[in-house]
Structures are given as C-alpha cells and as structure tokens.
C-alpha cells in the first residue's frame, strides 16, 4: 500500500500561485504516476464501499478523482461545476474562498435517485467549496454521507466548518 508519505513525495508544492502568499499543492505528478493514481483512487474510495449510492466531483480535479472513486464504488458521477459551464437548469451556491469568492452550480436534476453522497476533491482547505458542494446536495435532495480529500491543509480547519460531515483525506500538511 502508498503510504501517506509515498503520496506526499508526489506532490509538488508550488509557491505563489495562483496568488502571491499562497503555496499550492500541486497533483499532477501524482496523477502522472501510475501507482500513486490507482493508490489514490482506492484509498479515497476504500472507506466509503457500500456506503454510497452517488460521487460528488468538484470541479475540476474533484471531477479527475471522482470519476475513477465512482467507479471503483460501483456508483454514478455527479459534478459541481463553476459558472456558465452547464447547459441546463442548474442551482447555485456561493462560498468563500481563502483569496476571494466563488461559486458552484450543479443540473437540478443532477442527484435524481441518489440518496448517499460522498463528495470528492483533491484539496480541503478552508472548507468552503465543499460547503458549498454540501450545501448544493442537501438541496438537490442528497443526503452528504461525506467529503474525502487527497490532501488536508490543517492549519486552514476546513474539516471543523464541515463538522458533522464526516472526512478523510490521504495526505495532511499543518
């Protein structure tokens, strides 16, 4: 099994981007490889096997380790995407982000028959896109069963402003 630290030395830090001040943890070459793909996918999924029946990606990485956890829980894929990107009727959430604001839409229809939702991202930071992909959920119908992350930055307590939602994430930095 990748450990933590097998993920973690995968992970490229990059400073600041997209803003100065911010050091962004970069996936890319944990995607690229192989072995940290598929350790990804079956970790972030391992905890959940069973206990859903739809995965919430977030765009846009949400959406590249989505797909595959779905997959791999044997369960569809929804998205939640930004502005303008969706063609039909969608609903909409704003949130926060730790250098700006945002905003999330998802089809209306987009959680029809799914009850359990674990919603999927790379990064948990201050918690508010995930907020904002719990609080699109709960309108649409869905009952959020939980958030899982590839990485956790600590420091931020994103996990506290999702709190009662449970969480994991592979890989945490203070």
């Known amino acids: 099994m990748f450990s933590a630290e097998n993920l973690r030395r995968l992970i490229r830090d990059i400073p600041d981007f997209p803003q100065p001040g911010i050091l962004f943890r970069d996936?890319?070459?944990?995607?690229?490889?192989?072995?940290?793909?598929?350790?990804?996918?079956?970790?972030?999924?391992?905890?959940?096997?069973?206990?859903?029946?739809?995965?919430?990606?977030?765009?846009?990485?949400?959406?590249?380790?989505?797909?595959?956890?779905?997959?791999?829980?044997?369960?569809?894929?929804?998205?939640a995407r930004k502005p303008g990107k969706l063609p039909f009727n969608t609903v909409a959430e704003s949130y926060e982000l730790e250098y700006g604001r945002a905003e999330l839409h998802m089809h209306e229809d987009n959680l029809a028959g799914a009850s359990r939702v674990l919603i999927v991202d790379d990064l948990l930071a201050t918690g508010g896109t995930a907020m904002a992909a719990v609080r699109l959920a709960q309108k649409l119908g869905g009952e959020v069963a939980g958030c899982a992350f590839v990485i956790e930055l600590k420091a931020l307590r994103?996990?506290?402003?999702?709190?009662?939602?449970?969480?994991?994430?592979?890989?945490?930095?203070?």
Do not use: M
């Open 27 to 79: 996936i890319t070459p944990l995607l690229a490889d192989p072995h940290g793909l598929a350790a990804v996918v079956d970790q972030v999924a391992e905890p959940w096997l069973g206990k859903v029946d739809r995965v919430l990606g977030i765009e846009s990485r949400g959406f590249i380790i989505g797909a595959p956890v779905a997959y791999r829980l044997g369960v569809g894929l929804s998205i």
């Open 158 to 174: 994103g996990r506290e402003r999702l709190n009662p939602v449970p969480c994991t994430a592979l890989v945490e930095y203070d």
